[in-house]
Nanobody, 125 residues
């Protein structure tokens, strides 16, 4: 089992940048595929980005490709989401998630086993 704790989000102006981090408990962080999801008010939770267990493979939703970068540091049991060129449409609660198992690039929320508590990101236009 893994416990996930996201860093505090925040308020940023459109065009700005923000980096989220997600720290995991336990000693088997490198055995988990990690992902980031977001949920805007009144909308479903959607996939944002994912990273393989080694960090060698990353994949993104089309809406954030080229602007967001997911990474991980297995030695620190932490995954990151660097968000650049933010727009008001990026405003949401962001969640990190972990999946135990093989690296097949899961994008559905039901495919992940563990979730952080979520952190609010607000982009002002």
């Amino acid at each position: 089992q893994v416990h996930l704790i996201e860093s505090r989000g925040g308020l940023v102006q459109a065009g700005g940048s923000l980096r989220l981090s997600c720290a995991a408990s336990g000693r088997t962080f490198s055995s988990y595929v990690m992902g980031w999801f977001r949920q805007a008010p009144g909308k479903e939770r959607v996939f944002v980005a994912g990273i393989s267990r080694s960090g060698g493979s990353t994949y993104y939703a089309d809406s954030v490709k080229g602007r967001f970068t997911i990474s991980r540091d297995n030695a620190k049991s932490t995954t990151y989401l660097q968000m650049n060129s933010l727009t008001a449409e990026d405003t949401a609660v962001y969640y990190c998630a972990a999946r135990a198992g093989s690296d097949y690039q899961p994008r559905g929320s039901s495919e992940y086993d563990y979730w952080g508590q979520g952190t609010q990101v607000t982009v002002s236009s």
